[in-house]
């Protein structure tokens, strides 16, 4: 294949200063793996955490030499925080974010402190964290609802799609086509139901991604996250990739994340699985904000009967056991099923059924959970 090579693209890197203006940032060590696809370059660069803000125009310096190459069709380049560096290993205590109203009634929350070490995105309030320890248990489906509960709570919520190999949001809000950009450079999010998304799925064909491999993953993540015309947020939700391997850990540690939501099936097995995603935000120091059980128990679509077989009350008993909040029982029904694989969300489209009032309630849990005040009062739960 001719085309740039990555000793060229290094090569080039060495015309960029560092922040010592002394030495380059290949020489500094700044500069990760080189991925070059399709004529595209994709790479980050490593900055002290607490001058990432300032370390800005290095990265647009550093993507403007390579765009400028001869054989390079685009680059894409992130900052990514060196967390050994003034980071620190103090406990990072919970943004209280004070909710208040804007003149349109909304509910708006003041600009917080971004975590120690992180850098927040202007604009957005809390960006909270939807994660599983293992794929199927429903977290995506999960995070939509969720999503819309807290809309419904009166707040301006976005999600982004992290789950960059199976993206599920253009399926699950019924969203396609792509984004239009401003300037070239950011990206307008899509919009469905009220809600501001950004997923993958609207960017590249599902086989492309397939291909990309972790830090190409990465900076497309933090391009999704900071380059995107979010607007004011109160509450941007992150769709977690399932599992908790380097991928999620590295995501988890990357995104400034206020809290994070598990979501676990009542079974033995997802439990553990459920404690593994616990233990990987504990790690990292990210706030647990509660356990979502998903399919904790059945309720006939005839009768309306609630039927207990699956072992609910596992993952309240979980959340018990070590002490973060149980936000909630989701139960299986074929109109979760259907609505969500129809990209028709319960939340959005039969908010006075049942299954809309618990989506709601856990959402006001999360939102307490973040500091913030109840918006609205949810309404009466109606029976479907
Ligand atoms: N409470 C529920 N009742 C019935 N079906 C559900 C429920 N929650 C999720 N599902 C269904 O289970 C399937 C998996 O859900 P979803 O895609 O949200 O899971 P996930 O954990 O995000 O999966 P993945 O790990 O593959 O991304 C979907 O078909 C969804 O409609």
Do not use: C
Request: proline share 7%; aromatic share 4%.
């Amino acid at each position: 294949m001719t085309g740039v090579t990555k000793e060229q693209v290094l090569e080039t890197l060495k015309t960029v200063r560092g922040p010592d203006l002394e030495h380059d940032i290949v020489e500094l060590g700044m500069v990760s793996d080189v991925f070059i696809s399709d004529g595209k370059v994709y790479f980050s660069i490593t900055v002290p955490a607490e001058s990432a803000k300032e370390l800005e125009p290095l990265r647009l310096a550093a993507e403007r030499v390579i765009k400028e190459m001869p054989g390079v069709k685009g680059a894409l380049v992130a900052l990514t925080a060196d967390k050994r560096a003034g980071s620190g290993a103090a406990p990072v205590s919970r943004p209280q974010p004070q909710a208040g109203h804007d003149h349109h009634g909304h509910a708006h929350a003041p600009q917080q402190q971004p975590r120690a070490g992180k850098l927040g995105v202007p604009g957005i309030n809390a960006i909270i964290a939807v994660a599983s320890g293992k794929g199927g248990v429903g977290k995506s489906t999960t995070a939509v609802n969720l999503s819309l509960g807290l809309q419904a709570n009166g707040l301006r919520v976005g999600i982004l799609d992290a789950d960059i190999y199976g993206p599920s949001m253009p399926r699950l809000l019924k969203i396609s086509g792509r984004p239009t950009q401003i300037d070239g450079r950011i990206i307008n999010p899509m919009e469905n139901y009220g809600l501001k998304v950004m997923s993958m799925g609207f960017l590249v064909d599902e086989d492309t991604a397939m291909i990309w491999r972790g830090p190409m993953v990465q900076s497309a993540l933090m391009q999704m996250l900071r380059e995107v015309a979010w607007g004011e947020l109160d509450v941007l939700v992150v769709d977690m990739p399932p599992g908790t391997g380097d991928a999620q850990l590295t995501m988890a540690q990357q995104v400034p994340l206020a809290g994070a939501v598990i979501v676990s099936t009542p079974q033995d097995l997802a439990l553990v699985d459920a404690r593994k995603g616990l233990n990987m935000f504990k790690k990292v120091e990210v706030p647990v904000l509660g356990i979502v059980e998903n399919m904790s128990y059945f309720i006939a679509p005839d009768t309306g009967t609630r039927y207990d077989i699956f072992g609910h009350g596992g993952a309240r008993k979980e959340a018990e056991r070590i002490g973060v909040p149980f936000l909630g029982e989701v139960p299986l029904t074929i109109n979760i099923r259907e609505t969500s694989d129809a990209g028709t969300p319960l939340v959005a489209t039969e908010p006075n059924g049942i299954v809309a009032g618990i989506y709601r309630e856990i959402a006001a849990k999360v939102w307490q959970q973040l500091g913030g005040q109840p918006q609205r009062a949810a309404p009466a739960i109606v029976f479907e």
